[in-house]
């Protein structure tokens, strides 16, 4: 089965800086998808990245990449220049692509961002 | 615009009632999903379809079945509420393939007295 765990419950950061959400996974396939979403305190569930497991590089949208370590099976997400609309809870997601379970998505307990001006 | 539509965005309901909660998609999307989100526990999959009638168990399926007779249709329901059962429900829908994103209904708010 496969599983998803964030271990930061929560995070801060100061505006206009770095920060980086953790993701690690458990799968016994080859071939699933890895996602973040971003959930601010409207509610609404935001797409934000994919990573494929044969992508061969790290996925980047704007401010937005995914370090992807296959081998340690983790898949975080690093927010650049922090802005203070970034404050939101942040979840990590997979989905099998494989087998009988193919298209699950399976999310993360999630990390709340909290960002100081 | 794409849109997942969930009936309700609030409701209250007693112990031992039967509960549906209904989730309507016009993307003409496979797969549908019922997730129940909890504070600390994230999003926890009860179940998904990837069809019309074919339905898959999640990780937490006790205590609640699905229906889904048509493509964009897909309710959950909790034969007898209880107040173990009071969270937000989300729905959401993809296509096929590992690279689609899933679309998520507003929520609602289950409250069960």
């Known amino acids: 089965a496969q599983k998803i765990t964030q271990t930061q419950p929560g995070m801060f950061v100061q505006e206009k800086e770095a920060v980086t959400l953790d993701c690690t996974y458990d799968?016994?396939?080859?071939?699933?998808?890895l996602f973040w979403y971003k959930q601010p305190s409207s509610g609404e569930m935001i797409f934000l990245i994919y990573?494929?497991?044969?992508?061969?590089q790290n996925a980047t949208e704007g401010r937005y990449s995914l370090n992807f370590q296959k081998a340690r099976k983790s898949a975080n997400l690093v927010i650049s220049a922090s802005q203070l609309g970034d404050s939101a809870m942040y979840f990590c997601?997979?989905?099998?692509?494989?087998?009988?379970?193919?298209?699950?998505?399976?999310f993360g307990q999630g990390t709340i961002l909290t960002v100081h001006p | 615009d794409v849109k997942v539509t969930q009936s309700s965005r609030y409701l209250v309901k007693r112990t031992g009632e039967k509960v549906f909660l209904e989730c309507v998609q016009d993307?003409?999307?496979?797969?549908m999903f019922w997730y129940r989100q909890d504070p600390g526990l994230g999003l926890r999959l009860i179940y998904f379809?990837?069809?019309?009638?074919?339905?898959e168990k999640g990780d937490i399926p006790e205590g609640y079945s699905v229906s889904r007779e048509k493509k964009e249709r897909f309710s959950l329901i909790l034969e007898s509420a209880s107040t173990n059962q009071t969270s937000m429900y989300l729905c959401?829908?993809?296509?096929?393939?590992?690279?689609?994103?899933?679309?998520f209904g507003q929520g609602t708010r289950l409250t069960v007295v």
């Open positions: 959401a829908s993809s296509g096929t393939g590992i690279r689609t994103e899933a679309f």
């Open positions: 799968t016994s396939d080859q071939s699933y998808g």
């Open positions: 990573q494929g497991s044969y992508d061969e």
């Open positions: 997601a997979m989905r099998d692509g494989s087998g009988t379970s193919y298209g699950k998505l399976t």
């Open positions: 993307m003409d999307h496979e797969n």
């Open positions: 379809s990837y069809d019309v009638k074919m339905k």
